[in-house]
């Protein structure tokens, strides 16, 4: 099958371009290595670098006869989010309604979507939020992620796409940017290996759903024929807090210093974490990598690079 997967030089796409080649499949990555990079770029793919919300890429998807879209390019900082909502939603809206307007004009079978249950649902209380949980978006980040689900279902009922939409949790593993945002365990690792000082934000009580990235990639391989259509969580249904990732990474790392506790950020949810029966039902799919195996493989990873 031709594949293209949007943001296949960042963190998760780059995963998925490794398992799709590994399949069998063709591989066409569309990029503009604004928060991705070159070293991540599996040599045996076809990289363009490009901005997704570019006219051209019409050609790319009229050259490359794509069969399937898999969807990871985004602007995922929520703080920037706040900052330039109109930037936010020139890359993550404009750009897959230009994904999109290219699926249905050179009839892709498929479009597989990477949305997010860390900022789509509202406060989680004692139980796991399933698909059906209220959504309650507190950043223009999460109103993106919405919207592009929308738009997904407007091309689903009226021009037949196909698509699946999954929300992921907190997704950490080996490629993931130390520097940005998003990602706790990449930014606690560096910081870590190199015996600087960690900023924890609020008590650091917060808890989040923590996903290793190879289980979101078979999650993504799980519904190229299944979940048509659908909406599913990708997580795996345990709340960790910042508190205790902290503790066990010190262990892993043998970090000796305290962390340094910092006001907590507004806007920031206390308990955030996804209930994943949907996807093991109709996916066939659940998380296989505890957190000490993923931190492992993580901090391993970290460690050599
Ligand atoms: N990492 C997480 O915990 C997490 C959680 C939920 C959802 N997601 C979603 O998964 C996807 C991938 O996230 P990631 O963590 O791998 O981030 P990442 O920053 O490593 O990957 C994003 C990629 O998209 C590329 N990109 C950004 N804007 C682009 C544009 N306008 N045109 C073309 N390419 C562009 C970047 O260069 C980068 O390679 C995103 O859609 C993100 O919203 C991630």
Known sequence: M????????????????????????????????SSGKEENINKRAKFYKMDIQDTSLANIFKEEKIELVNHHAAQLDVR????????????????ILNILENCRQFEVNKVIFASSGGVIYGECKDEPAGESFPAGPLSPYGVS????????????????????VLRYGNVYGPRQDPYGEAGVVAIFSEKMLENNEINIFGDGKQMRDYVYVGDVVR??????????NDIFNVGTGEAISVNSLFKEMKEVLD??????????RTGELFK????????????NWKPEVNFSQGLEETTAWFRKT
């Not at 992620?145 to 699946?164: D, P, R």
Request: charged share 20%.
């Open 219 to 228: 999650a993504s391989l799980s519904c190229m024929e299944n979940g048509h």
């Open 255 to 264: 970090y000796k210093k305290d962390a340094i506790y910092k006001p907590a």
């Open 2 to 33: 031709k594949v293209l997967v949007t943001g296949g030089a960042g963190f998760i796409g780059s995963h998925l371009v490794d398992a799709y080649l590994a399949r069998g499949d063709e591989v066409v990555i569309v990029d503009d290595l």
């Open 145 to 164: 992620k919405l919207a592009s689900e929308y738009y997904l279902y407007y091309y689903g009922k009226t021009f037949a796409l196909n698509y699946t």
């Open 80 to 95: 920037k989010s706040v900052a330039d909502p109109i930037f936010d939603a020139r890359v993550n809206i404009l750009g």
């Open 272 to 283: 955030s974490f996804l209930n994943v029966s949907k996807a093991e039902k109709v996916l």
